[in-house]
């Protein structure tokens, strides 16, 4: 008996990643978001079949394409009188239009627009009701400058009697931004009874969106200063519950900071970097580094895709604006003054750190040199292939690390 085909096509969409590792992580990255209302896995899946392999235009374009359709969504639903899934979609246009944003970096003025509607988007959303937290847009005085950011309040029947469970300052990492920190850890937070602040502080995607001249310092200590001392002004805030968490490239930023100032009560740090040189020696690879002909933004404009790669093209572009210098080899001896050294030893606070069993062997070294180094109590969380949260900051699986992260914390503060 013969038989015939199915009539009944249950999905045309393919669960396919892409074979450049790196934009297999951005999307990871973006559909990470989806458990806290910034993406849904649909969107990004059909995004990643229109992008092309390698091809950073081709993601910046498909995904501004992305952020404007679920935006323009967002208008529909605000005229037909539906503001709560106008905000719901407008949190996820803020997220599409970061994505591109990020792979934007051969067209300032693309990159420029999109992380302006990027920031515009999600402030819009703050503005609607809805379900999720109450977000306060925030600006840190820094310099002459503003420091861009949101405090997140605790959704109401989480507070315990004493108020907020404690308050836990977020940093990102390298092209991570305030409003994709909302998301990480904002919203997982608000849920347990905690108030979080996210912020971009100096080289950042959000501060240099306007302030273009606050590049990259090593004494990161000093802006998260600032920031300590913005909270500790306002009403409320409880200094001896105090946290700060570093993600990615921003635990460099975080644990010098710790190094620093004692009203650092706690830190978490996801994944351990104690030196950025090696981090992106290792990231980037010695060839990169070991390179005797020195290369500025102007010599890779233009350049084409079988000469360089797209990912080095942008890589180039993006270090050097971020770190406010002229070429490779000026960043690589910039990079010198980023290290933790004996400073290490100066933690005296908790200290959690998260690492991915997939992150690497240079980021497993200075995971372990992290623990064994610091003067405070330490504890290592690894997550495993099995756990969906083996890759770089968990992207995979945000939940379990937001659990991980605040039960901790829940530990060491709460009832206290």
Do not use: K
């Amino acid at each position: 008996m013969a038989f015939e085909a199915s009539q009944i096509t249950r999905s045309l969409t393919r669960v396919e990643g892409f074979r450049d590792n790196e934009f297999d992580y951005q999307l990871l990255r973006v559909m990470g978001l989806a458990s806290s209302g910034g993406s849904t896995v649909g969107e990004c899946l059909a995004a990643a079949a229109m992008i092309a392999e390698s091809d950073t235009g081709s993601w910046a374009r498909v995904f501004g394409a992305l952020a404007d359709r679920v935006e323009a969504a967002a208008a529909d639903c605000l005229a037909a009188g539906h503001p709560v899934s106008a905000r719901a979609h407008l949190l996820r246009a803020s997220t599409y239009h970061r994505a591109a944003e990020y792979y934007a970096e051969t067209d300032p003025g693309l990159r420029g627009e999109l992380g302006r509607r990027s920031a515009e988007a999600f402030r819009r959303a703050a503005a609607l009701p809805g379900p999720g937290p109450t977000v306060e847009t925030v600006a840190i005085a820094f310099e002459g400058a503003d420091l861009p950011g949101y405090l997140v309040h605790p959704l109401p029947g989480t507070v315990p009697p004493a108020g907020p469970a404690g308050t836990l300052v977020v940093l990102g990492g390298f092209e991570s931004t305030a409003e994709e920190l909302y998301f990480q850890l904002g919203v997982p937070g608000a849920d347990r009874g905690w108030e979080v602040l996210v912020f971009d502080g100096p080289g950042q995607t959000g501060c240099m969106r306007d302030h273009p001249e606050l590049t990259f310092r090593p004494d990161y200590e000093v802006p998260v200063g600032a920031v300590l001392d913005f909270l500790q002004a306002r009403p409320g805030t409880d200094p001896d519950r105090v946290a700060l968490a570093g993600l990615s490239f921003g635990s460099y930023f975080a644990a010098r900071a710790a190094a620093h100032d004692t009203r650092i009560r706690a830190l978490v740090l996801d994944p351990p970097v104690s030196d950025l040189y090696r981090y992106m020696e290792a990231w980037l690879g010695p060839p990169v580094f070991g390179s005797r002909r020195d290369i500025r933004p102007a010599d890779v404009d233009g350049v084409p895709e079988d000469l360089l790669l797209p990912q080095m093209v942008w890589g180039i572009l993006a270090v050097c604006r971020r770190f406010g210098v002229s070429s490779l080899h000026r960043w690589i001896e910039a990079l010198e003054a980023f290290r933790l050294g004996d400073s290490l030893g100066a933690i005296a606070c908790p200290v959690l750190a998260l690492v991915g069993e997939r992150e690497g062997a240079e980021i497993t070294r200075q995971t372990e040199a992290v623990v064994a180094g610091v003067a405070g109590p330490a504890t290592l969380r690894r997550f495993a292939m099995d756990d969906g949260a083996d890759a770089h900051g968990q992207a995979g699986n945000l939940p379990l690390s937001a659990q991980v992260v605040y039960d901790w914390l829940d530990e060491l503060f709460v009832g206290d």
